[in-house]
Nanobody
């Protein structure tokens, strides 16, 4: 019913950049908070950044100054520009959205993830 589709992952060298996108579709009345999370093998899933409809942002300390989250409320899309990538950024990146569905019930949904690999 509801889909979050991530794109933009890939393989880059250390110091390079990627821009992730996540498009929400389906029975959604309004998207509230959207965020990016990541999970490396053997590690916990962690919040990378999130953003409110008003544009207030929050970042993990490890990515401050390097990553920038943004959103387009008309397109129901959240982006994350990732600069100065490091090998330790290697992970599967997941999009998450908190939203009101078509009958105004609060729900959340996860994308399937996109792989980011940073080589040294």
């Amino acid at each position: 019913q509801v889909q979050l589709v991530e794109s933009g992952g890939g393989l880059v060298q250390a110091g390079g950049s990627l821009r992730l996108s996540c498009v929400a579709s389906g029975s959604i009345f309004r998207i509230n908070r959207m965020g990016w999370y990541r999970q490396a093998p053997g590690k916990q899933r962690e919040l990378v950044a999130d953003i409110t409809p008003e544009g207030r942002t929050n970042y993990a300390d490890s990515v401050k100054g390097r990553f920038t989250i943004s959103r387009d409320n008309i397109k129901n899309t959240v982006y994350m520009q990732m600069n100065s990538l490091k090998p330790e950024d290697t992970a599967i990146y997941y999009c998450n959205a908190d939203y009101l569905d078509g009958v105004l019930r609060r729900a959340e949904h996860w994308g399937l993830g996109t792989q980011v690999t940073v080589s040294s």
